[in-house]
T-cell receptor
């Protein structure tokens, strides 16, 4: 399967703990995005990378959140000192860097539950 | 006010029915438009792009009205397998595909 891969699929953690999620995009895609989705809502943009450069961060991404894409391939999203409000589905997507609009291909997400 | 607004539904329709979803967006600089489909507890998947001239893909027809900042999706001859949430999506532009999603409209097709 050469689609976007996310790990883990599910994560249950206690409030105050740190968690890290991983995303492996489609190999030829140099654009990578993180979104967050809560029940009954559409995905909300968190951050975007072109290759290893993080080009935009949403105001939703507080200081407790950090994302990296060190070699321009896989990406990690870390949440420090988790809060119950962080419980959500975290979606990673990738796309080609092409003129015009290239569709986003989403991974199947990491579902985070903070207890 | 959200940047992309949709009626959350649910729309409950019998098989074979025609159903239409509407969406409005507030940012007049938005450059491209899409409908994504999301099944329960799955990731969103691109259903179709939306062009100013309107476009059709089988039973699905999408329309865009830039003047009114309004997007629609029409599904003809509904199938049970069409049951899902339909997300209206707007590309805010800036050259890198920043997609803004609506909250989605739920469709349930029953026998």
């Amino acid at each position: 399967d050469t689609g976007v891969s996310q790990n883990p699929r599910h994560k249950i953690t206690k409030r105050g703990q740190n968690v890290t999620f991983r995303c492996d995009p489609i190999s030829e895609h140099n654009r990578l995005y993180w979104y967050r989705q809560t029940l009954g809502q559409g995905p909300e943009f968190l951050t975007y990378f072109q290759n290893e450069a993080q080009l935009e961060k949403s105001r939703l991404l507080s200081d407790r959140f950090s994302a990296e894409r060190p070699k321009g391939s896989f990406s990690t999203l870390e949440i420090q000192r988790t809060e119950q409000g962080d419980s959500a589905m975290y979606l990673c997507a990738s796309s080609l860097n092409s003129i015009g609009v290239s569709p986003l291909h989403f991974g199947n997400g990491t579902r985070l539950t903070v207890t | 006010r959200k940047e992309v607004e949709q009626d959350p539904g649910p729309f409950n329709v019998p098989e074979g029915a025609t159903v239409a979803f509407n969406c409005t967006y507030s940012n007049s600089a938005s450059q491209s438009f899409f409908w994504y489909r999301q099944d329960c507890r799955k990731e969103p998947k691109l259903l179709m792009s939306v062009y100013s001239s309107g476009n059709e893909d089988g039973r699905f027809t999408a329309q865009l009205n830039r003047a009114s900042q309004y997007i629609s999706l029409l599904i003809r001859d509904s199938k049970l397998s069409d049951s899902a949430t339909y997300l209206c999506v707007v590309n805010r532009g800036g050259g890198y595909n920043k997609l803004i999603f609506g909250a989605g409209t739920r469709l349930a097709v029953h026998p």
